[in-house]
């Protein structure tokens, strides 16, 4: 997987990984439901997760497991929950371990050493997701769909200047409008057109995983 929006399917029961329908706040429970595209205010954004990338322990590598409705951290602990991100919270680190199977795999917390996995046999909707010693089986398995985005892994630098293109042309890019280094100018999508300053982008990744975008303009 790669730092881009996924859906995740248990093997077992076929069921998606979500966080509950009141994750803007607190600790909220991270259960199973069928898949959807909508719903209501999120727009089922509250089964799609971020994977960060948050470096290696040991000789693997970690990751945040982020999800897009709420932002909101996966982390392991009595349960499987999504709280606030707090980058000196191992519970809130995982690996990803792959199974047998293409695009299969085992999601394991770095604090615990216990795996995800869903209550074996049950397949009712909202029922809590739970940590376990490793099993193999089919209930500690995930499928990783790739939702939107990216497709390959991308670790920018913080000196390297990108054009942003939109999924639907990889001709057009977002293009700050004229050549002015002023607040408030109109961004829009325009053809790309090569070394155009008023198109690069500087991506600047935060300690949190999540990148900035400035403007060449503006350096």
Do not use: C
């Not at 790309?192 to 403007?215: I, K, M, T």
């Amino acid at each position: 997987p790669a730092t881009d929006i996924y859906k995740f399917q248990n093997v077992q029961n076929q069921k998606y990984v979500e966080v509950e329908g009141t994750g803007f706040s607190g600790r909220t429970r991270v259960q199973q439901y069928y898949g959807y595209t909508t719903n209501g205010l999120l727009d089922g954004k509250n089964q799609q997760w971020l994977l960060i990338p948050a470096g290696t322990v040991g000789t693997e590598k970690v990751f945040y497991i982020i999800n897009y409705g709420f932002l909101r951290y996966m982390q392991s602990g009595s349960g499987v929950t999504a709280q606030e991100g707090n980058e000196a919270d191992r519970n809130q680190l995982w690996f990803l371990q792959p199974g047998t199977a293409n695009n299969q795999f085992y999601i394991k917390s770095v604090s615990t050493g216990t795996y995800l996995e869903t209550l074996s046999g049950n397949n009712s909707d909202g029922t809590s997701l739970q940590l376990n010693t490793y099993s193999g089986k089919a209930d500690q398995l995930f499928t990783f769909t790739h939702f939107s985005g990216i497709t390959v892994a991308r670790d920018f630098t913080n000196t390297q200047f990108l054009n942003i293109t939109p999924s639907y042309n990889n001709y057009k890019g977002l293009d700050a409008a004229g050549v002015e280094n002023t607040n408030d100018i109109q961004l829009k999508i325009w053809d790309l057109q090569n070394g155009n300053r008023n198109q690069q982008w500087l991506a600047v990744r935060g300690s949190d995983g999540f990148y900035e975008f400035r403007p060449q303009l503006s350096q």
